[in-house]
C-alpha cells in the first residue's frame, strides 16, 4: 500500500516563524508600522507578496512599485540571514522519527510549501535526502489555499490526490489540502485548525500506529 505523504515546511518541519517575524518588523518599522506577533500570526502559510500587501493595509501605507520590490528582496536577504544560522537542532520534535517511519514503510513522501526558500531550509537542516519530491513557491503559480501546491506534489509522487495525505500548520495550508481531497492533518491548536481531518498539537502526539493506519486505510 503507497500513499502520498506531504509535509508543509515552515511551521511543521521547523520553526522558521520567528526569523519572518524579526524580518518583517524590521521591514514594518522602517515604514513606522507597529507590527506585532499577533499579525505575524497571521502571515503562517501567506506567500510573500501576499504578506508585504498585507502589512501595508494594517498599516494604512500606500508605496511605489519600486519601493515594493526592494522591501520585498530587503525582507528576505535579512531573512536568509537567519536562515544560514540554521542547523538541525531546529527540526522539530518527531518530525525524523515519523519520516523515518514512513521511509521505512516504503510510502512516497513530498514537501509542499509556500516558501521560495524551501530547499535552503532543508539543506541547512539536512532533510533534503528523505524526499523524492519537492514543492515550493517557485513552482506554483496559486498560493494557497488554492490546492495547486499540493496536486503538482501528487503528480510528482504518482500517487491519486485522494491517497494522499498532508501536513498542515496553516489555516490556507488545510483549507488547501481539503479542496484537493486530501486527508489533512492540522498541526497545532484545534481552535485554529478545527477545519482537517485530524488535528494535533505536534508530531510527538502522533503515533506510528496512526501512521500504519494512514498507509493502511
Ligand atoms: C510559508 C510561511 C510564510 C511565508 C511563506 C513564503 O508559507 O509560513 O510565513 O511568507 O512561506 O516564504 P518565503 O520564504 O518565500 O518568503
Ligand atoms: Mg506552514
Redesign the pocket.
Known amino acids: 500500500n503507497k500513499k502520498g505523504f506531504i509535509f508543509?515546511?515552515?511551521?511543521?518541519i521547523v520553526d522558521t516563524a520567528k526569523y519572518h517575524f524579526l524580518a518583517w518588523k524590521r521591514l514594518a518599522k522602517s515604514l513606522d508600522i507597529h507590527f506585532t506577533e499577533e499579525e505575524n500570526e497571521q502571515l503562517?502559510?501567506v506567500s510573500r507578496v501576499r504578506s508585504l500587501e498585507k502589512i501595508l493595509a494594517w498599516g494604512n501605507k500606500t508605496i511605489s512599485k519600486d519601493q515594493f520590490t526592494e522591501l520585498m528582496s530587503k525582507k528576505n536577504e535579512e531573512y536568509l540571514s537567519y536562515i544560514a544560522e540554521m542547523d538541525s537542532s531546529e527540526i522539530l520534535s518527531d518530525v525524523p522519527r515519523v519520516l523515518q517511519y514512513l521511509i521505512e514503510k516504503q510510502q512516497p513522501i513530498s514537501l509542499g510549501s509556500a516558501s521560495k526558500n524551501a530547499r535552503v531550509i532543508l539543506d541547512r537542516v539536512d532533510l533534503r535526502k528523505h524526499f523524492d519530491a519537492i514543492v515550493d513557491g517557485n513552482d506554483v503559480s496559486k498560493a494557497k489555499p488554492d490546492p495547486e501546491v499540493f496536486l503538482i506534489a501528487a503528480k510528482l509522487l504518482n500517487i491519486d490526490p485522494k491517497d494522499c495525505i498532508v501536513f498542515?500548520?496553516?489555516v490556507a495550508?488545510v483549507t488547501a489540502a481539503n479542496t484537493a481531497n486530501m486527508v489533512s492533518i492540522g498541526i497545532g491548536s484545534k481552535d485554529v485548525l478545527g477545519h482537517a481531518d485530524y488535528v494535533f498539537n505536534d508530531f510527538t502526539e502522533i503515533s506510528d500506529d496512526f501512521l500504519n493506519e494512514l498507509i493502511n486505510n
Not at 8 to 12: E, F, I, K, S
Open positions: 508543509d515546511l515552515d511551521g511543521v503562517k502559510g498542515e500548520d496553516s495550508g
